[in-house]
């Protein structure tokens, strides 16, 4: 079992053919992620790593029916990214853009209260069920299947975190990283929260 994200996840990737967006949407596709399309204003109608393009992520949505979308897109505009992503009903947003003002984060913040969505972000690594799905930055090849959920603000102790429970005979449910920005979307409790109701994450690791 995992949360958040799984090989049925339909992942979209906004500021898809920046160069962020290209390199590490290659990645996930590499890990076996299943991208269904990208995200660029003005490109709608290309193709790119084989993925189509669209203008709008609501476009995305109801053209690929995705669930789930990851954010490369400069800071000054990341904001307005995570409200479009909201707006067309995208469950789960992982935002890995560092430096996003925080004024634009509390008005973000603020703007999803009631609403259904989970941000994972800003200035994250992005989250990992392995051998299922990689919306983010991490090194696919550390995390191992295994019943251990993994909690971290920091992406670089998220992989050493993850190195140290695969080494000591264990593997990963999940892997998140939830960002180290002042404002983020989702707090180490509510990641817990997800993780206490997973039957088959036994342990949890928090940094």
Do not use: W
Not at 177 to 194: E, M, Q, R
């Amino acid at each position: 079992m995992s949360i958040l994200v799984n090989k049925n996840s339909r992942v979209i990737v906004q500021g898809f053919t920046g160069s962020e967006g290209t390199f590490h949407a290659s990645q996930m596709i590499e890990y076996g992620t299943n991208i269904v399309g990208g995200v660029t204003p003005g490109k709608g109608g290309a193709i790119h790593l084989e993925k189509d393009v669209y203008n709008t992520v609501k476009d995305a949505k109801n053209n690929t029916d995705a669930n789930v979308s990851i954010i490369f897109v400069p800071p000054a505009f990341a904001a307005d990214a995570i409200l479009e992503a909201i707006d067309s009903e995208i469950k789960v947003i992982v935002a890995i853009t560092e430096g996003i003002p925080v004024k634009d984060m509390i008005k973000v913040k603020s703007y999803m209260k009631g609403k259904d969505n989970i941000l994972i972000g800003p200035n994250c690594p992005g989250i990992i069920t392995p051998n299922e799905a990689k919306v983010g930055i991490m090194p696919g090849f550390v995390f191992k299947k295994g019943n251990i959920g993994i909690i971290s603000k920091s992406g670089t102790l998220t992989y050493e975190a993850a190195d140290q429970v695969v080494k000591s005979g264990y593997g990963i449910s999940t892997a998140i990283g939830i960002g180290g920005d002042p404002v983020v979307g989702t707090s180490t409790l509510d990641a817990i929260k997800l993780f206490m109701d997973d039957n088959e994450t036994e342990g949890i690791v928090m940094i």
